[in-house]
Nanobody, 127 residues
Framework: QVQLQESGPGLVKPSQTLSLNCTVSGDSITTNYYYWNWIRQPPGNELEWIGYITYSGSTYYNPSLKSRTSISRDTSKNQITLQLSSVTPEDTAVYYC???????????????????WGKGTLVTVSS
């Protein structure tokens, strides 16, 4: 069974870059056909898909966040990293790492959901 654990600062100042790690255990992030996603949920709002990196290292981002988002991986640590630049208080949310095992994942959260989720980590953007 795959387990995901998010980690990173709980407080980020406006205009700075939010950086979170997702450490994966139970399988390699390079194993076919895992899609490693970042998803967030602002207080009182619905889940929002941020983007994913595939088992082969390809990345796809939510068009509304693409200009500020970077998802990368460290295969030696079996870790996925999210960076979101120029943050504002509107980026305050619980950030989740989640994975889907599938031949192809379209952009967005699949209708049948993700296979595994991390517990999530709250990031507050405030001065």
């Amino acid at each position: 069974q795959v387990q995901l654990q998010e980690s990173g600062p709980g407080l980020v100042k406006p205009s700075q870059t939010l950086s979170l790690n997702c450490t994966v255990s139970g399988d390699s992030i390079t194993t076919n056909y895992y899609y490693w996603n970042w998803i967030r949920q602002p207080p009182g709002n619905e889940l929002e898909w941020i983007g994913y990196i595939t088992y082969s290292g390809s990345t796809y981002y939510n068009p509304s966040l693409k200009s500020r988002t970077s998802i990368s991986r460290d295969t030696s640590k079996n870790q996925i990293t999210l960076q979101l630049s120029s943050v504002t208080p509107e980026d305050t949310a619980v950030y989740y790492c989640a994975t889907k095992f599938t031949s192809v994942q379209a952009m967005g959260i699949p209708r049948d959901g993700m296979d595994y989720w991390g517990k999530g980590t709250l990031v507050t953007v405030s001065s």
